[in-house]
């Protein structure tokens, strides 16, 4: 069983920068790729961004390449969401989700461990 717990969502202008924390009590972390899913009023959970097992290879949304950043510190079992740029249609409720596979994986169905989420709120 893993918990993962999100951190640092707040309200920020557009234009300004956020780091998103998810500390993971998993005892092999560093065996799980990670993600960051989003989920705004009245929408789907959206697909953020993804890092591999050993955090060599990352993936993007296209909304988010260039402006967000995802990293991981297997050592202190958590992931990290740099996020620049913000835009207004960034808010949303940021979740951090785990799975124990070694690809890379985009589909919310595919991870089995969720996070409670951290709201983001980007003013215009």
């Known amino acids: 069983q893993v918990q993962l717990a999100e951190s640092g969502g707040g309200l920020v202008q557009a234009g300004g920068s956020l780091r998103l924390s998810c500390a993971a009590s998993?005892?092999?972390?560093?065996?799980?790729?990670m993600a960051w899913f989003r989920q705004a009023p009245g929408k789907g959970r959206e697909f953020v961004a993804t890092?591999?097992?050993?955090?060599?290879?990352?993936t993007y949304a296209d909304s988010v390449k260039g402006r967000f950043t995802i990293s991981r510190d297997n050592a202190k079992n958590t992931m990290y969401l740099q996020m620049n740029s913000l835009k207004p249609e960034d808010t949303a409720v940021y979740y951090c989700a785990a799975v124990i596979l070694s690809r890379t994986v985009m589909i919310a169905n595919e991870y089995d461990y969720w996070g409670q989420g951290t709201q983001v709120t980007v003013s215009s």
């Open positions: 998993a005892r092999a972390f560093s065996g799980y790729a």
């Open positions: 890092i591999r097992r050993s955090g060599g290879s990352t």
